[in-house]
């Protein structure tokens, strides 16, 4: 079948909208039509080189939600007309993290960035005949995609689809940077530098620990406004202030117990890390570069300060059990998800979206796609 999908082409140029071919399912795979695809910063990090991947043209995009419209014939647990949710970590079942239920780890992983599909072979071609790649096995910037159900969770078909498409990526991984990372216990001081996909979550999932002071730093006012709405009881603007300065002066001078690093990890590691209190975590979800190779920590400091440096991605659990999870707590009403959706476009518009992410106009832009 044909479909029309946003290709990565080249560095630095916008999304190019195309008809491209796209195969039926190999026997493990299924075929979804895509109904809603959140504009994330890694997408747009891919877009401009600073995260690498091993092909082109490639369909990015890898926040999904859509429909099951048809299984190959070794698919088991989905079936057509099922509402699933992608995971951009495959969950392979059988490598050793899998095997622990630790998809956020699966073998498959560094793979992703790779193009294929989990199988090794293509599904997509362009004009041309040439090979198309699927950004994090998904290609999700497109009205459908062939996926492996390794990539596949399967949802409650109450959840509105765009809603569920914001549980592929930055809500878990913020909310879950903060629950299952850091581990945020109730009273705990907060800091989070970059109120953006990934650092709104982390706000709304240290609320969810009850956290009691929850500080949100960012250069937009804007993202510090909605922080509060989301659960933030201080707002910093890192870019006015010093950032390290301002939480001490709002910790009486001790530091805060936990610093997520959700905003361009190679200037704001160290602020995050000497705002953080002695013993306390700084954790990372943020991307950084692949040329960037170093992190400028003192090591004397680290020691003395016995503060621990981690990263978190997916929010540091499987996928196959947040995405239940967080749409449970979404419909006790205690994730807002709608809230974080500022503008919605069409896939023919989606360099405007990513325009706006770069101008911080948007919390989160979705691609919403027509049935
Ligand atoms: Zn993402
Ligand atoms: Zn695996």
């Known amino acids: 079948m044909q479909t029309s999908a946003a290709l990565f082409r080249e560095v630095g140029a916008p999304l190019s909208i195309e008809r491209i071919a796209l195969d039926a399912p190999a026997p493990t795979e299924v075929l979804v039509r895509v109904a809603a695809a959140g504009l994330c910063r890694t997408d747009y ?3 401009r080189g600073e995260r690498r991947v091993a092909m082109r043209p490639m369909v990015l995009g890898h926040e999904v939600a859509g429909v099951v419209e048809a299984t190959g014939a070794a698919v088991g647990g989905i079936k057509q007309g ?8 495959p969950g392979c079942g059988i490598c050793r993290w899998c095997r622990q239920g630790l998809h956020h780890f699966c073998a498959e992983g560094p793979r992703i960035t790779q193009g ?3 199988d090794g072979s293509y599904r997509r071609r362009d004009r041309e005949g040439i090979a198309v790649g699927a950004f994090c096995m998904i290609g999700g910037f497109a009205e459908r995609t062939v ?8 949802i409650e078909k109450d959840i509105p689809l765009d809603l569920a498409s914001l549980v592929a990526c930055g809500v878990p991984a913020g ?3 903060a629950r299952r990372r850091a581990r945020v216990k109730p009273g705990d001081s907060v800091l989070v530098v970059g109120c953006g996909g990934d650092g709104m979550n982390v706000v709304q999932g240290a609320a969810l620990c009850r956290a009691s002071k929850i500080i949100g730093a960012d250069v937009v006012p804007q993202k510090l406004d909605w922080a509060r ?5 201080h707002g910093v603007n890192a870019r006015g202030e010093n950032l390290t300065r301002a939480v001490l002066e709002l910790t009486d001078g001790i530091g805060v117990d936990h610093a997520f690093v959700c905003i361009n990890p190679p200037e704001t590691l160290l602020p995050a890390f000497r705002a953080t209190a002695k013993g306390g975590n700084v954790v990372v979800t943020a991307l950084t570069p692949d040329t960037v190779t170093d992190i400028k920590i003192p090591p004397l400091e680290l020691l003395l300060t016995q503060k621990a440096i981690m990263g978190a991605v997916y929010g540091f659990a499987s996928p196959r059990v947040q995405i239940p999870e967080l749409l449970a707590l979404y419909r006790k ?6 809230e974080l959706i500022s503008r919605t476009y069409r896939l023919d518009d989606i360099n405007q979206g ?4 770069e101008a911080g106009r948007n919390l989160r832009g979705v691609v919403i796609f027509d049935g």
Do not use: N
């Open 333 to 338: 009403g205690s994730l807002k998800l709608r």
């Open 45 to 47: 990090h891919v877009m």
């Open 229 to 233: 709405e989301f659960g933030a009881t």
């Open 354 to 357: 990513y325009a706006d992410l």
């Open 147 to 154: 996926v492996d159900q390794a990539s596949v969770v399967v």
């Open 82 to 89: 099922d509402h699933v949710v992608l995971t951009f970590i």
């Open 116 to 118: 294929p599909q989990l």
């Open 175 to 177: 909310v879950g940077a």
